[in-house]
Each structure stands twice: as C-alpha cells, then as structure tokens.
C-alpha cells in the first residue's frame, strides 16, 4: 500500500516512472479570439504554417494577446522546467504502431490516439444506457464545483457543464485529448489524481470517478484525497465494471476463453501492482474512508447482443463494437510490457475474444457497479 506521507514519489508500478508535476489547466476561459496560439491541445506535431517566417522577419512588438479557449499557452507554467514540462504533455510515445500520453509516462496502460478517443466515447453512450441518459446516480442538488477525475475526452465534464451551467467543472488527465471548445464553466487540466491532490480541502461538490480501473496503485490513498477535497455535504460517485465476464445460465462452460481471458487480465493488474476490480470493492473503500450513505448499484454489460431485453440487447451490441474495435486499445501495452508477450502473441490472443465475441450462444457479461456516497456535515 503506497505510503500517505510521501505521494509526491513517482510510481513505482507505472510502465515508464516519472515524477509529479503540478496540475496545468488547459482551457483558460479568455474570450476567443481569430487565432489560435501555436500550441494547442489538438496541434501537438506540426508547426504553424508561417510561424518561423513571422521569427525571421524580426517582429518586436512583443508577444501578442492572441489567448483563446483552446489555446495551450507554454508560457503561462511556472517555473524553470516550463519547456521540458510542456514537451512531456504535447507530446506522445509511440508504441506497436499506438499514440500514448507522454507526461506521467506509463502510468495509464490505454493508448490516446484517434481510435482510443472513439472507444471512450462509445463507453459514454453505453453509460447513458445504462443509467437511462443519466450523467449520475448520486442525489447532487445544485452543485457548483465539479471534478471528474480521470476525464479521458471529457465528454461527461462537457455534458455535466451544460446540465448545471452554474456550476464550474473540472477535468483532469494526463492527456490533452480533449476538445478544443467547451462550455464556459468547463475546464480541464493535465494532472495525476493518483497522487496528492492539489486543490484546496473542502472544495467539491461532487467528484465523478469512472473507468479507472488498473490505473490507482493505491485505491483507499486516493479515496483519502477525494474526502479531503470534497466539501461537507458533498458527493463521490465511482462508476467502474468488471474485466472477467460473467454467465448466469450456464451456457458458458468453464473452460471457455472468457474465463482464459478474465483471469489473465485480473493476473496482469496484480503484477503491475493497479486493480481492475474496484467494481467489487469501491463500497467497502468509500466507507473505510469515511463516506456515509454509500449506495451500491450493480449492473451487467452483455458481451454481444444476446440478451431478449431491449435495453440490454442494445447495450451489448454496443459492447460487441466497443470490445471488437477497442480491445488492443485496452490490452496490448499490458500484454507487452506487464506480461512480457511478443506483439504477435498479444494479436493472437486479442482476435481470440473478437472471435467469441461472435458467438450469441454464450450468455456472458460483464458485471459493473455504480457506488456513490456522501461525505458528512461534520467529520468524527
């Protein structure tokens, strides 16, 4: 268990360590203005056409206001690592033909290319299935400071920013992969949340946590931080599944790859020190730290569409898509690098889930749980 009094280490268990750096926000909020800066969170490798001529021409009138929603601005991080700091999140590690995030490199096993983004954006729509279009379950009341930990694309911080437009929400991620224009009340920042956090005590509302499963060495450290964090009265909801499917009628036989598969990915979290259960978990963690009417909802991801039901005929067909399209996104790394496969053995055993994923006989899901509690008017 990592040790509460030193966070600021880096993480041992990450792919490639590093250390901690502050969080950098990554949409300032000024008016738009007609150009964009240079460095934006969706330019990261080509220059601006005409930048080096504009250099070459000797403008001395100084750095221009030219500061706009979108706009990443270098020059507004503090201290003398600014350039070295600012490189690490601009720029990506390229592994077996896959983009990942550079800063905290390694921490997080996914990919951040164009493919992954879509992936994550598929989760959101089977999420709002799920929840019948809701963005929580967590009785909320006009919150106005919101933090989704771990924000990926940002697509909930961004639906969340219109639902309570008074509010102000927050994103954060290692990854600046989110899109250039957002609501006003909405930000993101490039921060580690499995470290200490930086934002002051008492501060949130509410703090979503979803799919973060294999990326927290240190789950009850990090619930720790959001009850600091979260204002009394406030909320946390941790929405998370399992990686082991499931099957409740028997038509899934016990030596079936579902099982090959759960058990190798729950194999591989174990080795890298990262759970891919907190589904299972996360109630009995949020009231070990300290939060009060905790709620524990369970739900099921068919694997394909298999189910008679509608609703979960639906949700599994997109869960057929998501797993078929996505599964190198969320296995390769940790088959290479964690379990030390060659990349051909990895594609093999990843075309062996798209092939049964095929297979509407086998009755499997995936299980997942929405869990969320209350942190106390006053604390004992």
């Not at 150009?35 to 100084?62: C, F, R």
């Not at 720790?224 to 990686?243: D, L, T």
């Not at 259960?277 to 739900?299: H, M, N, P, Q, S």
Request: net charge negative; with cysteine; hydrophobic share 35%.
């Amino acid at each position: 268990m990592t040790d509460p009094n030193a966070p600021k280490k880096a993480d041992a268990s990450s792919l490639h360590s590093m250390g901690h750096d502050s969080a950098i926000q990554i949409n300032d909020h000024h008016e738009p203005q007609p150009t964009p800066l240079p460095l934006s969170i969706h330019n990261t490798s080509t220059p601006v056409q005409g930048a080096q001529d504009q250099d070459e021409a000797g403008d001395d009138d100084g750095p221009t206001d030219d500061a706009s929603d979108s706009g990443f601005d270098s020059e507004s991080l503090i201290g003398d690592e600014t350039d070295t700091l600012a490189s690490s999140i601009m720029h990506y590690r390229m592994e077996n033909g896959r983009q990942y995030h550079a800063y905290r490199d390694g921490a997080y096993w996914g990919p951040n290319d164009e493919v992954a983004k879509e992936i994550l954006d598929f989760a959101h729509h089977m999420y709002l299935l799920t929840l019948d279009r809701k963005l929580h379950l967590a009785p909320i009341t006009n919150p106005q400071r919101i933090l989704d930990a771990g924000t990926g694309t940002g697509i909930w911080a961004i639906d969340m920013a219109d639902q309570y437009p008074s509010a102000t929400v927050v994103g954060t991620d290692l990854s600046p992969i989110q899109p250039e224009w957002v609501p006003p009340n909405c930000m993101f920042e490039i921060d580690d949340v499995t470290l200490e956090w930086t934002f002051p005590p008492n501060h949130f509302d509410f703090v979503h946590v979803r799919e973060l499963f294999g990326c927290v060495p240190d789950w009850d450290f990090f619930f720790s931080q959001a009850y600091e964090h979260i204002a009394p009265g406030g909320w946390i909801e941790v929405v998370e599944h399992g990686v082991h499917p499931r099957c409740d009628d028997g038509t899934m036989s016990d030596d079936h790859f579902f099982h090959t598969w759960g058990k190798t990915v729950v194999g591989i979290s174990e080795k890298w020190g990262k759970s891919f259960t907190i589904w299972e978990e996360a109630k009995e963690r949020l009231e070990r730290a300290g939060f009060v009417d905790v709620t524990e909802v369970f739900y099921k991801w068919p694997m394909n569409g298999w189910p008679d039901d509608r609703k979960l005929k639906d949700i599994g067909r997109w869960n057929q898509l998501r797993l078929h399209a996505g599964v190198e996104s969320f296995m390769l790394r940790l088959l290479t690098q964690v379990e030390g496969w060659s990349v051909a053995r990895a594609q093999l055993f990843l075309a062996q889930l798209r092939q049964e994923l095929k297979n509407y006989k086998v009755h499997a899901h995936l299980p997942g749980t929405v869990v969320y509690g209350r942190k106390p008017l006053r604390s004992t």
